[in-house]
């Protein structure tokens, strides 16, 4: 067909009529339209490769040494140290479904450290050293822990639908530094976040970097915090291998 033309097509049971009105041929973008998007992306391959070659050495470090204080001082890694845990008291940086898993298996074959992955860019070496098994006490004994717990799942619900609320108000319209007032909270701004900054917790982290890029200035999302605070936020710019 030619611009102008029209042409009927019989179907099995009617009859349309089509005319072409115009032909839009499609232009590439140019190397400076796509140069931001080629710089991200080749960003993002060696951020993996690197990561991999640091999942790689760490793998190898585990795999000969049961000591994860002496591979954490060769790599210049924090450690972050336990008591004896139960699941509902698990600080806020082990939180993580796999890593309690691995912690509350039914039983250890050894006590040399593991890496278990978190996300696709993140994961820990963990060691478990001990463990204590488990004991049925009375109610008297439990009755508090029962009470706090309670109440934390009642405060994380609350925080869940609080933040679910707020980041559907925010998708429809309502500014967030108007969602600030109104909770009578301070409104911060945080530039150059990397996956490993410790300027918030590390759950809230780990969400901005799920937060689509694409969408810079109206992706919003929320975090819990382990005593049941809620994060908001939005993602305003992404440079490469940074959020802000």
Same mark, same amino acid.
């Given at each position: 067909?030619?611009?102008?033309?029209?042409?009927?097509?019989?179907?099995? +049971?009617?009859?349309?009529?089509?005319?072409?009105?115009?032909?839009?041929?499609?232009?590439?973008?140019?190397?400076?339209?796509?140069? %931001?998007?080629?710089? #991200?992306?080749?960003?993002?391959?060696?951020?993996e490769? /690197?990561?991999?070659?640091?999942?790689?050495?760490?793998? @190898?470090?585990?795999?000969?040494?049961s000591?994860?204080?002496?591979?954490?001082k060769?790599? #210049?890694? #924090?450690?972050?140290?336990? %008591?004896?845990?139960?699941? @509902?008291?698990?600080?806020?940086? /082990?939180q993580? $479904?796999?890593?309690?898993?691995?912690?509350f298996?039914?039983s250890?074959?050894?006590?040399?450290p593991?890496?278990?992955?978190?996300?696709?860019?993140?994961?820990? /070496?963990?060691?478990?050293? %001990?463990?204590?098994?488990?004991?049925?006490?009375?109610?008297?004994?439990?009755?508090?822990q029962i009470?706090?717990?309670?109440?934390?799942?009642?405060?994380?619900?609350?925080?869940?639908?609080?933040?679910?609320?707020?980041v559907?108000?925010l998708? @429809?319209?309502?500014?967030?530094?108007? /969602?600030?007032?109104?909770?009578?909270? +301070?409104?911060?701004?945080?530039?150059?976040i990397?996956?490993?900054?410790?300027?918030?917790?590390? $759950?809230?982290?780990? $969400?901005?970097?799920?937060?689509?890029?694409?969408?810079?200035?109206?992706?919003?999302?929320?975090s819990?915090?382990?005593?049941? #605070?809620?994060?908001?936020?939005?993602?305003?710019?992404?440079?490469?291998?940074?959020?802000?």
């Amino acid at each position: 067909m030619v611009v102008g033309e029209t042409r009927s097509i019989e179907l099995m +049971t009617s009859i349309h009529l089509l005319k072409l009105d115009e032909i839009i041929k499609p232009e590439p973008e140019s190397i400076e339209e796509r140069s %931001d998007q080629i710089i #991200d992306s080749l960003t993002s391959i060696k951020v993996e490769e /690197l990561y991999v070659e640091l999942l790689d050495e760490v793998s @190898n470090m585990a795999f000969t040494s049961s000591d994860i204080q002496n591979i954490s001082k060769n790599l #210049d890694l #924090d450690v972050v140290e336990t %008591d004896f845990v139960a699941k @509902n008291e698990l600080p806020e940086s /082990l939180q993580s $479904q796999n890593l309690i898993d691995y912690i509350f298996q039914d039983s250890f074959e050894s006590n040399f450290p593991e890496i278990i992955e978190l996300s696709e860019l993140s994961a820990v /070496l963990i060691q478990v050293t %001990d463990y204590q098994e488990e004991k049925q006490l009375s109610f008297q004994e439990v009755k508090s822990q029962i009470q706090n717990v309670y109440l934390a799942e009642e405060t994380m619900k609350a925080s869940k639908e609080f933040g679910e609320n707020s980041v559907s108000e925010l998708q @429809n319209g309502l500014e967030i530094s108007e /969602l600030s007032i109104q909770q009578g909270q +301070t409104l911060e701004n945080y530039k150059g976040i990397k996956r490993d900054s410790s300027l918030l917790p590390i $759950q809230a982290v780990n $969400q901005i970097f799920t937060l689509p890029k694409s969408k810079s200035g109206e992706a919003f999302g929320y975090s819990i915090a382990q005593n049941g #605070d809620t994060f908001i936020f939005r993602l305003d710019d992404v440079t490469p291998g940074r959020f802000q």
